[in-house]
């Protein structure tokens, strides 16, 4: 019989998203955060995109990989604007060959979503990352008329307590009502698990 590697990796990810992803408590952050993960998270590159941008003005976009600490990422976006509709969209992607999106992807207002009722569980996680790590830009809005000057860590209990190991990349896109770029980056985190050799198979 013959073997195919993809197709049986997708039937074992489905599982896996069946069990676990979509399950509200695997997203539920302020439970979850203080648990101790079976693995291992670093953030490896930030990559801004799309650069210049219309209506900001970025100055510094860069990670900072530190020996036994997790990388720092700084963010300096100077804002002259005031904005009462900010889009945040998001989709998570995992490298098989080449980097496919994988399971997380959505978009929200980040002004109106403080106020809705939280029934998506993905949504909810990631805005409750974002209050963690840019509690700037989960401030009630109006938004803008600053400089953000953002210095932050992506720690690895900011992640689902079940992750598969290997290579992700989150791709992030903030826009204005007009669907105007504010800023674009990329995020590059590689996830391996505590005492083995990292497999994406090993989880």
């Known amino acids: 019989m ?3 590697p993809q197709l049986w990796l997708s039937f074992i990810f489905a599982l896996w998203a069946f069990h676990c992803c979509f399950a509200t408590e695997i997203f539920d952050f302020e439970e979850l955060k203080n648990e101790t993960r079976p693995f291992q998270l670093q953030v490896m590159r930030l990559v801004c995109l799309d650069l210049p941008y219309e209506e900001t003005v ?11 600490q997790p990388t720092l990422l700084r963010v300096t976006l100077e804002v002259p604007g005031l904005y009462n509709y900010v889009l945040l969209q998001f989709r998570l992607h995992y490298k098989f060959r080449t980097y496919q999106p994988f399971l997380i992807d959505g978009e929200i207002d980040i002004c109106t979503f403080v106020k809705e009722s939280k029934l998506d ?32 860590m992506f720690k690895v209990e900011y ?16 826009a204005s009502r007009a669907n105007v770029t504010l800023i674009n980056f990329q995020v590059y985190v590689a996830v391996r698990r505590k005492g083995v050799l990292g497999s994406m198979l090993d989880w």
Do not use: H, W
């Not at 209050?131 to 803008?144: I, K, T």
């Not at 992640?159 to 903030?174: C, L, T």
């Open 2 to 4: 013959k073997c195919y």
């Open 159 to 174: 992640a689902p307590k079940s992750v598969p190991a290997g290579d992700y990349r989150m791709d992030i896109r903030v």
């Open 58 to 68: 970025l100055t510094l976009c860069r990670a900072f990989l530190r020996r036994n």
């Open 121 to 152: 569980p993905v949504p909810s996680y990631i805005y409750s990352v974002m209050q963690e790590v840019a509690p700037d830009l989960s401030a009630p809005c109006p938004l803008g008329n600053k400089t953000f000057n953002v210095t932050t």
